[in-house]
């Protein structure tokens, strides 16, 4: 019996559909899901989700949000998801150095210490979505 898989995001399903595997970005790094996992319910952080219906291989840029696993249904719920086909190469690249860039000029200003947070999860949302690009 396949997973019950649902992406929720505050614009509304992203997928919704069945699904041999799924693996997601959990905040202590990737993990897999198949039927009849254990319950639980984990944050997720910025990254790739891959999603292996049998039929195919979906890969998507997940921003933070939340994975709830019930044994044969899973429920992502993030601010933002995008698939491969859907992400912009040149915009997501050009956001990645903007993004650096920034990094990079805050680490001496000893006022920027509350924007490096903001800038970092830009970045990581930013090569998040370059890498399931390249999946396409």
């Known amino acids: 019996m396949p ?9 509304g399903q992203a997928f919704d559909g069945a699904a041999e ?14 039927p009849g ?4 319910l984990t944050a997720l952080q910025n990254g790739a989700m891959t999603i292996d219906t049998g039929s195919e291989r979906l890969f998507a840029a997940l921003s ?7 044994e044969d249904a ?6 933002n998801c995008e698939f491969a086909h859907e992400i912009d190469q040149d915009r997501a690249r050009l956001a990645a150095e903007r993004a650096r860039a920034q990094l990079e000029s805050l680490r001496d200003s000893p006022e920027g210490e509350a924007m490096i947070e903001e800038y970092q999860d ?4 930013a090569v998040a979505r370059l890498t399931v690009s390249e999946k396409r």
């Open 3 to 11: 997973l019950a898989l649902t992406v929720v995001t505050p614009e």
């Open 21 to 34: 595997s799924v693996v997601l970005p959990g905040a202590e790094g990737d993990f897999g899901v198949l």
């Open 37 to 40: 996992h254990e319950v639980f």
């Open 64 to 70: 933070r949000g939340f994975a709830e696993v019930h």
């Open 74 to 79: 899973v429920t992502v719920m993030v601010g």
């Open 122 to 125: 830009q970045y990581t949302r």
